[in-house]
């Protein structure tokens, strides 16, 4: 088969709505099955993966950003439902729940404090633009969330989800191994913090250390979440007045 024909057949297939959505599909079983093979090593994130992988196929094709996502965005949509079942394994462990309740609580206000805030003050002070800090700042957040604050901000959202993806990312590499250099073994303590910190695939790591590590990471993820969207909002106005 020639060129020109490879180029008509590229052409036709890249028209259809569902191509993106395979092809993302597709990578994400080959990361996962990847990830398997390395033994689970943190640093086969399937994420990383799968990210790299479209990364470099939207590269080699020329394909822009908005048609792959109009063919992949049902996986999008799915954030949604998929962050609201996981309350399913949070149930299971409602008693210890109740019991640190008083913890959890400091815990979400200083870590999501300090994710928003400490992220605006390093952009501004390095000098970014107002849409990019406005777009960092929610990076610790779940992304549709985290975009929905990023446009209210008046951050870009498009931005705002590299951000999120990057972070979760690193999150769910590194996180786990620095919290165990520095004595935090608790499985609901490691949990809090990586949904606190990496939300989405944080947590999705933390359920490959233990359902209740999972439980934990995902409370951390809803509430940080819901937390972040009331503060923030009115708290950038006064850091942007410090800095300046």
Same mark, same amino acid.
């Given at each position: 088969m020639n060129g020109d024909a490879m180029t008509?057949?590229?052409v036709y297939l890249s028209a259809q709505p569902l191509l993106w959505l395979t092809l993302t599909l597709a990578v994400y079983i080959l990361a996962i099955a990847l990830h398997r093979r390395a033994g689970g090593h943190p640093a086969a994130n399937p994420v990383l993966i799968s990210v790299s992988i479209l990364v470099a196929?939207?590269? /080699?094709t020329g394909t822009p950003y908005q048609r792959y996502f109009d063919g992949a965005q049902f996986v999008h949509f799915l954030l949604g439902p998929t962050t609201v079942a996981l309350a399913i394994p949070l149930h299971s462990q409602l008693k210890r729940l109740v019991s640190m309740a008083g913890p959890l609580v400091i815990a979400l206000m200083i870590g999501s404090l300090t994710a928003g805030l400490s992220a605006y003050a390093i952009g501004s002070l390095l000098g970014?633009?107002?849409?990019t800090v406005a777009s960092l700042a929610p990076k610790s957040v779940t992304t549709p969330i985290a975009m929905g604050i990023a446009e209210r901000l008046g951050g870009l959202a498009s931005l705002t989800a590299v951000f999120v993806i990057l972070t979760g990312i690193f999150g769910a590499i590194f996180a786990?191994?620095? /919290?165990k250099r520095v004595g935090?073994?608790?499985e609901a303590s490691v949990g809090f913090a990586?949904?606190?910190a990496s939300h989405g695939i944080g947590t999705a790591r933390a359920f490959q250390l233990s359902e209740q590590t999972g439980a934990f990471a995902a409370l951390a993820m809803g509430l940080n979440g819901?937390?972040?969207a009331i503060t923030l909002p009115w708290?950038?106005?006064l850091m942007a007045a410090i800095i300046r």
């Open positions: 008509e057949i590229w196929l939207l590269l /080699l970014a633009s107002a849409p786990d191994g620095i /919290l935090v073994k608790d990586l949904g606190l819901l937390f972040t708290l950038l106005p």
